[in-house]
């Protein structure tokens, strides 16, 4: 073959790292803003308490079968205090005080309240790294936090009801988990970050989900197909592979840079509970949502130092 003819060698199409970490983010991103939708129907019939100890048990056996099947190696001991934040923080906080508030209040409520999450995330990430943040970055946080609790203050009559409490309470929570999460990511991997947190802690949720199993059967025997659905999303997406996307992409990315793709999530969460649960689109939503990502992204532009 003449070599004008030959073909010319081209090399498989490679992303660069941080538009990848920006994709896997936003898939990660994208499974997390329907956890509270379907967390409020299976609540509807199911226990809270089992819903969100019962989605830990079968993520923890997916995540067992995972590092087995990798032949992933025991984490060290200086990892445990990390993987025992992100167990404490997203594993059972998060889920076990998110379906308490999904029996009182609507999902797109609680879609803005979570809004916060970011820059709580960005806070816990920085004071864990030994970096002082701005005031202005304490003053953006103050506003962010004013700002949904006006919000919960205009839907309850002037009062805080106890499900926003709980559902401020484990925006926390997650966001300690998530800060201590990406920093372990880095060295663990995304992966085994998430499938190690499950397993320690298995010994804590495994016998909540059986008693509450026993205590009222009835209610387990009898829920819908629709109930075990949403029950299986919390489980299967939101518990284990969410973290997949999401650990990964911000390895990928960068923390700070991925962590950017988190402020479209309440918007996403609004959609999923109208498209899902029937929840009208109301414009007070929109606006105080739109005001809290504005605070997050304004926050995450302020300096950090060291």
């Known amino acids: ?56 048990v079968i993520a923890a056996t997916l995540a067992g079968i995972w590092l087995y099947w990798k032949g992933a190696p025991l984490p060290k001991r200086g990892d445990l205090p990390a993987l025992a934040a992100v167990a404490g923080g997203c594993v059972i906080g998060f889920p ?12 797109s409520h609680g879609a803005v309240l979570v809004g916060i999450l970011p820059l709580a995330t960005a806070m816990f990430s920085s004071l864990r790294g030994h970096e002082k943040p701005s005031a202005g970055f304490w003053a953006v946080a103050a506003l962010g936090t004013a700002l949904v609790i006006v919000f919960a203050l205009r839907q309850n009559s002037g ?27 880095k060295s663990l991997g995304g992966e085994q970050t998430i499938s190690w947190a499950l ?34 999303y919390t489980c299967v997406f939101s518990m284990f592979l ?10 990928r990315g960068g923390v700070a840079r991925v962590g950017q793709v988190q402020l479209v999530q309440p918007f996403l969460t609004l959609l999923g509970a109208a498209v899902l649960l029937g929840e009208p689109l109301q414009g ?23």
Do not use: N
């Open 159 to 185: 009062s805080l009801h106890l499900a926003d409490i709980a559902i401020l309470a484990a925006g926390l929570l997650a966001s300690f988990g998530y800060a201590e999460g990406a920093r372990l990511s």
């Open 96 to 107: 076990l005080l998110t379906s308490i508030a999904m029996q009182w209040v609507p999902a």
């Open 1 to 56: 073959m003449p070599p004008e003819a030959r073909p010319i060698p081209t090399a498989p199409l490679r992303l660069p790292d941080e538009t990848m970490g920006m994709l896997l983010g936003l898939i990660g991103v994208a499974i997390f803003s329907l956890t509270l939708p379907f967390t409020r129907m299976a609540v509807a019939e199911l226990h809270p308490l089992f819903v969100a100890m019962g989605r830990a």
């Open 199 to 232: 397993l320690l802690s298995l010994p804590a949720v495994l016998p909540l989900t059986v008693w509450q199993w026993w205590a009222d059967p009835a209610a387990v025997a009898q829920a819908s197909g629709k109930a075990w659905m949403a029950f299986a």
């Open 242 to 251: 969410g973290f997949f996307f999401w650990y990964r992409g911000m390895v």
């Open 284 to 306: 007070e939503h929109m606006v105080f949502a739109l005001g809290v990502i504005a605070t997050v992204g304004l926050g995450r532009r302020m300096q950090i130092r060291r």
